[in-house]
């Protein structure tokens, strides 16, 4: 089942493909758990984890990226599997650096690229020549979170399952279609049950931001300096709640709206992702609304009658709103969505579908990476909500109203992403006020189809007064640093390397 609602995408030169928006707490409200010391580092950490030394090598290929360069070390962290009981049984996580290039360092800046499910250390070398500036005083470090990647990520199903069950409609029209729907999410659950064991109740966004706190302690950093995207940054606002005495400087790109429910983050992206093709459509030369409906007319078709493509595979309706979703997060991708639409509306699906693909991480010999599954894992057990396929039928027209091409998909999505989920939901919208930390630099792009600008303004104003800090740029795709703007670059940078806060509201054209 091809994923819409929360799947978002590091949109950089790098074309880094990571994943959606949800977070949360592995104690309900974020606040209980394990008890903390003022500063919020555990008080009952064993020393064989808190002064456990890194035994940093030469990195070796993952499953989705090649070996990077010398100048990138790799080591495995020990982390509580479960942070109520840090004297337990432990996991490994799989970290990866480069050290700082000049000799002024200021320390670690962590990374998390989004998701969940995003892997740190297949997207960090990639990403390093978009922060070359930062590199100089930082050493530049990410991870893979737990049940993700090298951090005993998890795998739901096999290649087979995955294909299989993209010819299923996420939008169903009658009750076989519905019960199809329904029955895959089901056995979805089942298999990561299966896969995951233990570690499925352990893998929430809380979870992972106590072990963001053990690794500044590893890495002997006395602050948290932090650079998180989509997903990322409702990571980095559950950190500052947790730790707020330990914030240093903190950036949150792509921004999660935090006070946005399951329902409200599936509206959120439904305005987004519509208000990104009205933009492409606009630059086109056709209107918006004229345009819209013409390519809800072919998903119409495509829902009926899938189309032939090169490879043998058909361009069934759900694969091509993958399709069309992926180029949106880049401006720089528009020709290439006019070629793909231009060709599926004269019958042939081939270029859709390789977009798709591409989206789903689906490689030429029809293997498929993980990202979705560690997404779900994680996303499910944060998200509290369960909306039935009945209270889903019931917002649908509301649903495709805000869009007419991405609106039914989004909506479905609310219903089947968790539906039967073998373990309870931890909450309705994440814990990320942090009275007392330091300046928090939020930066919100106004044509973010992903995590629209909007949640922007609502992450800093739950970070609260005095500490969220709004940069807003007028620009397209998903996430403002490193897409063109001087402005956005300059203005981040003078911020992680020199400390110097932007006025509240600034705004980059």
Known sequence: MARVARWTVLGTAAALLVAGCSGGSSSDDGKKGTESTAAGSPSNLPASLASQKLDWGRCRATADAPAPGSDWQCATLKAPLDWSDPGGKTIRLALIRSKARGDDRIGSLL???????????????????????????????????????????????????????????????????????????????????????????????????????????????????????????????????????????????????????????AENQARGFQRALDDYLKSTGQDPKKGSQEIADLLKRLDAEPLPTGSGRKLTQTLAVTGIVLPLYSKDSWPTLTSALEAAQEGDGSELLALADGYNERDASGHYGTTTHSQRVISCLDDKERPTPEETKRRLPAFEKISPVFGAFLGWDTAGWCHDWPVAGQHETPEVSAPGAAPVLVVGNTGDPATPYEGARRMADELGKGVGVVLTWKGEGHGAYGSGSDCVDSTVNAYLLEGTVPDDGKVCS
Not at 151 to 169: F, Y
Not at 192 to 202: I, P, V
Not at 253 to 264: I, K
């Open 111 to 265: 990374f998390n690229f989004g998701g969940p499910g995003g892997s740190g250390v297949s997207g960090m070398p990639a990403y390093a020549s978009t922060v070359s500036a930062l590199h100089e005083r930082y050493d530049l470090v990410s991870w893979d979170p737990r049940g993700v990647g090298g951090s005993q990520g998890v795998r739901c199903r096999s290649d087979k399952e995955i294909q299989a069950a993209e010819v299923l409609d996420a939008t169903p029209d009658t009750p076989a279609e519905e019960t199809a729907y329904l029955k895959d999410a089901t056995d979805f659950g089942k298999g990561c049950r299966q896969a995951a064991g233990k570690l499925m109740e352990h893998v929430s966004t809380t979870d992972t931001a106590r072990d963001m706190d053990l690794m500044r302690q590893v890495l002997g950093d006395a602050k948290t300096h932090y650079f998180g995207i989509s997903y990322g940054t409702e990571l980095g606002g559950v950190y500052a709640h947790l730790f707020p005495k330990n914030v240093g400087r903190l950036v949150l790109d792509a921004v999660v709206d935090p006070s946005a429910d399951t329902v409200g983050h």
